[in-house]
């Protein structure tokens, strides 16, 4: 079992989450009164609500160069025009790089699902808690991130406590699958990713991001090295 924590035990609904990023685009910062009152839509009482607030509050508050860099290229007519697939897709590395056990979720899904084609909750739960440890705060983180995977679309819920690969989600712009890359690069803390391995690792293997047109590139850059193409994040 390694050092890592949790840090997560409420549901954030992405929805919400997008909300607050349009409040960004739209007036520099997020609203929590208008946060609160959407979660108290999504919660069983004011506790909770006022819980989930404080997670949204910290999701979106972090300082980001994925955040930054949208705020420089993306308006609230743009955000709201692209895909749900993409918002949410962005949304899921923006909680991953606040609360890490996100991505180290998805990382294993993905693993699985190059060799078999569902997961069951029983298996997550001895997998992950190698990382995390197995007591109650791990279990109720994990049953805080799941239904936020779910919600992104990447994964779905064949049968109660049973997941299987989304084959049908896709992305479509390409700031955010940059956004995807460079939240691997950051949270394996790699610096550089191959553009030939980038389809291998288990946090890609969710939908093709290789389509990237490199001279028009705005998180990563790209390196040559013997012969090599390098996606640098």
């Given at each position: ?30 609203d929590r009164e208008e946060i609160y009152a959407l979660m ?184 040559l090295d013997a012969g090599q193409r390098y996606w640098v994040?």
């Open positions: 079992m390694s050092d890592k924590t949790i840090g997560i035990n409420q549901y954030i609904p992405l929805a919400v989450l997008d909300t607050g990023i349009v409040r960004i685009l739209e007036k520099g910062s997020i108290l839509q999504h919660t069983s009482g004011e506790n909770r609500a006022k819980k989930a607030t404080g997670y949204a509050a910290s999701i979106l508050s972090k300082p980001s160069i994925l955040l930054t860099r949208l705020t420089e290229i993306c308006t609230v007519d743009s955000w709201v025009k692209l895909s749900q697939n993409d918002r949410y897709a962005f949304i899921i590395c923006l909680v991953s790089l606040r609360y890490p056990i996100l991505y180290d979720m998805v990382c294993l899904l993905g693993t699985q699902f190059k060799i078999q084609t569902s997961v069951n909750r029983a298996f997550i739960n001895q997998k992950m808690s190698l990382i995390y440890g197995s007591n109650r705060t791990f279990m109720v983180g994990i049953d805080a991130i799941v239904p936020m995977i779910i919600e992104s679309g990447i994964v779905i819920r064949l049968k109660t406590g049973i997941y299987g690969k989304n084959e049908a989600f896709s992305l479509c712009h390409q700031f955010i699958k940059e956004s995807w890359i460079k939240t691997d690069c950051i949270l394996s803390n790699i610096k550089q990713i191959s553009m030939d391995e980038v389809k291998f690792r288990p946090w890609m293997s969710f939908f093709d991001v290789t389509a990237i047109n490199m001279k028009k590139s705005s998180l990563l850059s790209v390196q994040g």
